[in-house]
Nanobody, 124 residues
């Protein structure tokens, strides 16, 4: 199983970034993909996930309306479009493969395979 994130970078507050997660080495249709983030000195938190069965999407409350998760099954890619970014969104963002359930976006233990992360820095 391999997950590779890309698309991170430095952006000003109010700006946008699109993160990508490239998946390989497993049957993409069998697993949900989640996005998590971890800021320095803080615990890892769930951002969003998209289910494998019907592409249902779920978001942490603080990301609703600003972030959008999507996937391209043919390309085995998952994307996280992040708009209206805030300095507090600064973190390393990870994608992970596992199980995505409503109300359980923050459950990192539902995801067994992780990428190496991509840094997102939002300047004020």
């Amino acid at each position: 199983v391999q997950l590779v994130e890309s698309g991170g970078g430095l952006v000003q507050a109010g700006g946008s970034l699109r993160l990508s997660c490239a998946a390989s080495g497993f049957t993409f249709d069998d697993y949900a993909i989640g996005w998590f983030r971890q800021a320095p000195g803080k615990e890892r938190e769930g951002v969003s996930c998209i289910s494998s069965s019907d592409s249902s999407t779920y978001y942490a409350d603080s990301m609703k309306g600003r972030f959008t998760i999507s996937k391209d099954d043919a390309k085995k890619m998952v994307y996280l479009q992040m708009n209206s970014l805030k300095p507090e969104d600064t973190a390393v963002y990870y994608c992970a493969a596992g199980v995505c359930l409503k109300g359980y976006v923050n459950r990192a233990d539902f995801f067994g395979s992780w990428g190496q992360g991509t840094q997102v820095t939002v300047s004020s």
